[in-house]
T-cell receptor, first 113, second 111 residues
Framework: GAVVSQHPSWVICKSGTSVKIECRSL??????MFWYRQFPKQSLMLMAT?????????EQGVEKDKFLINHASLTLSTLTVTSAHPEDSSFYIC?????????FGPGTRLTVT | QKEVEQNSGPLSVPEGAIASLNCTYS??????FFWYRQYSGKSPELIMS????GDKEDGRFTAQLNKASQYVSLLIRDSQPSDSATYLC???????????FGTGTKLQVIP
């Protein structure tokens, strides 16, 4: 299967600061990547769809000014959580599709103190 | 009605038994179906995809699709404690090829 990496795997930051998470497709090109968030014992929640060379599409209820997405190349999408607050603490997972199959990165655990 | 429905479980089966996980979907026009396994604290891992009615086998896993009844299932034969995880059903439907995930079924394999 296709390989998707994420960096960092975990990060702790102080309230009010910004955090950038990188998502890379290692062995394929991804014109579209997806960003999910998952709180403990809850299901995956799609935050946004990242499109190479164009603006991301955000799901209803997701603040686009808070969660900045940049898909600068066919192998890299970044999610920046701006002015992070403790309620943003969560497990952030990116994914990319190869044909119909969707492959997930290993996730980034964000803790905001 | 949820687009993709799964029983949250937990489903407990003894080691060596067959685990049967079920998923129903609402969009009759759905074409592609997937099963993911997610261990606690980890991201989902694709384990099976199925596109046509019938059974598809891969090792100890068998995916079953019945489009007329709008359900897809996953059978795990000879269940092992290492199979204990949450299993997510995913369906692609709609003109925009949107992937919808179920909430997952937690499987516990008891040694």
């Amino acid at each position: 299967g296709a390989v998707v990496s994420q960096h960092p795997s975990w990060v702790i930051c102080k309230s009010g600061t910004s955090v950038k998470i990188e998502c890379r497709s290692l062995d394929f090109q991804a014109t579209t990547m997806f960003w999910y968030r998952q709180f403990p014992k809850q299901s995956l929640m799609l935050m946004a769809t990242s499109n190479e060379g164009s603006k991301a599409t955000y799901e209803q209820g997701v603040e686009k000014d808070k969660f900045l997405i940049n898909h600068a190349s066919l192998t890299l999408s970044t999610l920046t959580v701006t002015s992070a607050h403790p309620e943003d603490s969560s497990f952030y997972i990116c994914s990319a599709r190869v044909g119909d199959e969707q492959y997930f990165g290993p996730g980034t655990r964000l803790t905001v103190t | 009605q949820k687009e993709v429905e799964q029983n949250s479980g937990p489903l407990s089966v003894p080691e060596g038994a067959i685990a049967s996980l079920n998923c129903t979907y609402s969009d009759r026009g759905s074409q592609s179906f997937f099963w993911y396994r997610q261990y606690s604290g980890k991201s989902p891992e694709l384990i099976m995809s199925i596109y046509s009615n019938g059974d598809k086998e891969d090792g100890r896993f068998t995916a079953q699709l019945n489009k007329a009844s709008q359900y897809v299932s996953l059978l795990i034969r000879d269940s092992q404690p290492s199979d204990s995880a949450t299993y997510l059903c995913a369906v692609i439907s709609g003109g925009y090829q949107k992937v919808t995930f179920g909430t997952g079924t937690k499987l516990q394999v008891i040694p």
